[in-house]
C-alpha cells in the first residue's frame, strides 16, 4: 500500500473512488481544493443523477482527462476505513465472485452512521427563582437540584411533567438549555468486572488459547460438550484482548433469540455488549457503527453481518456453535462467516476461537492437521454429565398407526414429568403435517410456483408452502375431486406432537417452539419462562437445540432422527449428527445426568451408532475418511452454478451451453446439469451444475474465467454462484 499512498500524493487531485453498488471496481473523481482524502476516506460522490456513498480506494487505476471527471461530492468526518478492512472487501469479492462494490455495501450499509451525532438537548438550573411556582414547575426544579445538566427526556421521564413546563421554566430564566454530546451507545466493558472461577480444566483450556501470540494470528478450536463452561473460557479470552487495548467481535448464530447470552456478558463485564443484528432499529444500527468506527464500542455481539463492521483494532474473533448453518448466507454474497472471519482475523493480526461441542468436520480436520490449536475441554460443568443415548428401532418399537410417539419413550416422559422434571419432544419440522392428500382421488397439494408440498399450518388454518411464503385456507373440499370429507393431512409437524403430546400427558403444562409462533421478542420470553421452570413439556423445532440452558430438562424425544439423512447431500450425516448432539445435549444440563431417545428406521446408521455409543471421535474418523475418498471438503472444494429462469427448457439449454464453453482444467470435474432437488421456486425453474476440485486449486478464480468467456445471460436468465455451497436444494 505505501507505493499507492506515494502515487496518491504524486496525483492528490485524482482518486479512484469504490461505490457502494454491483460493479466490478472503483471509478475516478476529482478532488476538489481544500477537501483532503486518503485510501479508506468514506465520501460521497455522483453517480448518473444521483449522489452515493463511496470509499476512496486509491490512486486511478487509468488516465482520464481530468476535464472528463466529476468532483467528489462530501467527504465524511468520520476516521477512514481500516486498510485490513479494504483489504477483506477485496478478498471477499474475489472468492465468492460477488462484485466488489456489492461487498463494500455490507460494509456501509447504514447511512445515519456517517453524519456527525445529533446533541442531546439538556437543562440545568440558573440559580434564578421563577415569579410563578406551580407544583409540576417545583418538580422539575427539585429533580435539578443537583445542579447537573439532564437530558430533556429524562427530566420529563423523571417528573412526569409535560415539555412546555419545561419550555416555561426556560423562558422565565429557571432553566438554561444545553447541547451535549449524546452518550456512548453502551459503556466500555470492564474486564475485572466479574472475573470467573474456572474450574482446572477451563483454565487449562484458557491458557492454550492465550498461548497464543496476541499480536499475531492464530485460530483455536474451543471443542467441548454442550454445558461444558465454553463461553466462562472465551469471556476470559475476550477479557484478555481488551486489557491489551484491542477490541473483540463474538458471533452467535440465533442473537435476536437470545437473552441469556446478553446477561452472561453483562455480568461478566458489568456493562451490556454493543449488539448487531436484525431486530435493532437503524438508529441503533448507525450508533453501534459509528462507535466501532471511532473506536468507543470495544466489545459487539453480533450476528454474521457483524464481520463487516469497521472494526480498527480487532484483536479477538469468536465464533459460538461456529458448525451452525445460520453464518452460510444463501442470498446475495454467499460467503460463510466462520471462513471469512479466518481471513478477517489474518488480515488483522487478531486470534480466533471457534466454539463448539460438534465442531464442523472442517474445522475438525483444520485441528487434527494442526493448522489450529485443538483446545478440548472435556469434563462437563456443574458435575453434569452427557445424557445417556438411546435409540428406538421404529421397525421393532414403534408407536402405532396414527401416533408418533414411541411408547418407551412416553414412558419416559411420564416419569420425568412425575420427578417434577422437564422433558423435550423434538421435530424439525414447522406446522402440522407436511402433506396434505385426498384420499377419494390421490391428489397432493402442491405450490403452484415450487416444487414443494404445501405444509398444514392447524393452528393458523392454512397450507403454507415453506419455500415462497404461498398460503391458501386450509381446503374442506378437495380441488381435484371435490369430494368432502376426504382430505388427510399424512406425516407429522410440530404441531401434530403437541396435539398427540396433549392427549397423552393432559397435566403437564406444555409450550410449543417453533420459528413461525411469534415474533423473536415473544419466543426470547418463551425461553425465559422454560428456563425459569414455568413449563414441564417442551415440544419443538430446531430452535430448542441453540445454546439454552434448560437446568429441569432431563428427557430428550427425538421423534425423527432420520430426518436429516434423507437427502442427497455430502453433509446430511455431519448435520443429522450435529443437531442431533444439540438436541440430546439439552438433557440433564445441572446436576442430574438426563436421557435422550432416537426414534429411527436406520439404528445401523454410522451416524446414530456413534450418537449411542458416545463416541463422536469415531463419527469425525468415520466422516473424514468418506470425505476424503470421495473428495469432498476439505480435501476438495466445490461451487455450485445454480441457472434460473421461467422456462425449465431455457434453463436447462444455457446450463448445457455453460457446461459446453468450460474451460478444461486439470483435477477440475464437472457434475450436471441436473434439474435441483428443489426443481422451482418462486415460480422459477432450477438447474444445477457442481464444479469439484482439488483443495489446493483456486477454484472461484476458474468459475469467474469460466463465466467470464462463456455467452452472457439475457432476458430472465440468471445464473447464481455459491463457492463452497452448504446447501444442496
Ligand atoms: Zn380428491
Ligand atoms: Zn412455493
Redesign the pocket.
Known sequence: MRTERAQMEDRPDIVAVMVGIAVEGPYSYRVPPGMAVARGSIVAVPLGPRLIQGVVWGPPKDVVAHSRLRDIAHAYDVPQLSEELLKLVEWVAKYTLAAPGQVLRAVLRSTEALDAPKPVVAYRRTGREPEKLTPARLRVLDALMDDLAWPKSALIGATGVSPSVIDGLERAGAVEKLEMPPPPVVLPPDPDTDIATLSEAQQQALAQITALDPHQFGVALLDGVTGGGKTEVFFEAVADTLRAGRQALILLPEIALTNTFISRFTKRFGTKPAEWHSDMTPLQRARVWRGVLDGTVRAVVGARSALFLPFRELGMLVLDEEHDGAYKQADGITYHARDMAVVRAHLSNARVILSSATPSVETRNNANVGRYAHVLLTSRFAEASMPNITAIDMRIDGPEKGQWIAPLLAREVFAALDRGEQALLFLNRRGYAPLTL?K??G?QYQCPDCSAWMVEHRFRGVLMCHHCGHEVRTPKV?E??G?TE?LTAVGPGIERIAEEAAARFPDAKRVILSSDMGSNAQLRERFSEIERGEFDLIIGTQLVSKGHHFEKLSVVGVLDADLGLAHGDPRAAEKTFQILTQVAGRAGRASKTGKAFLQTYHPDHAVMKAMVSGDREAFYAHELMAREAGGLPPFGRLAALIVSANEHDAAMNFAKKLLSAAPMADGVRLFGPADAPVAMVRGRHRVRLLAQSGKDFDLSGYVRFWLGSAEKVTGNLRVQVDIDPMSFM
Open positions: 385426498c377419494s382421488c391428489h378437495c381435484k375431486c369430494d376426504s
